[in-house]
């Protein structure tokens, strides 16, 4: 099985900087699997936020979150990260790391196979 924890999540004020972290563990974790953050606010549906591939070498980011977002892995450690600056209240929200077995990535949350247990965000105006 895999297991997926993250952290790094609180309370923050608009335009300010939080580093969301994900740790990644269990026997079948392969380092290969494609990775992705997603986001669910009270009352809407999960979101896509990035994904990464297997070395970092492609990323995906909505376009909500594209220039303030950035996601990012060390295989070294089995840990994903994703760095969010100038924050907007708009992003206040639970926020999920995923693990995918395919490397294709993906926006769909019905491809990912593992989930964590979320982190909430909050950004106040």
């Known amino acids: 099985q895999v297991q997926l924890v993250e952290s790094g999540g609180g309370l923050v004020q608009a335009g300010g900087s939080l580093r969301l972290s994900c740790a990644a563990s269990?026997?079948?974790?392969?380092?290969?699997?494609?990775m992705g953050w997603f986001r669910q606010a009270p009352g809407k549906e999960r979101e896509f936020v990035a994904v990464?591939?297997?070395?970092?070498?492609?990323?995906d980011y909505a376009d909500s979150v594209k220039g303030r977002f950035t996601i990012s892995r060390d295989n070294a450690k089995n840990m994903v990260y994703l760095q969010m600056n100038s924050l907007k209240p708009e992003d206040t929200a639970v926020y999920y790391c995923?693990?995918?077995?395919?490397?294709?990535?993906?926006?769909?949350?019905?491809?990912?196979?593992?989930w964590g247990q979320g982190t909430q965000v909050t950004v106040s105006s």
């Open positions: 995923a693990a995918d077995r395919t490397s294709t990535l993906t926006r769909d949350h019905a491809r990912y196979d593992y």
């Open positions: 269990g026997r079948t974790f392969n380092i290969y699997y494609v």
């Open positions: 990464i591939n297997w070395n970092g070498g492609r990323t």
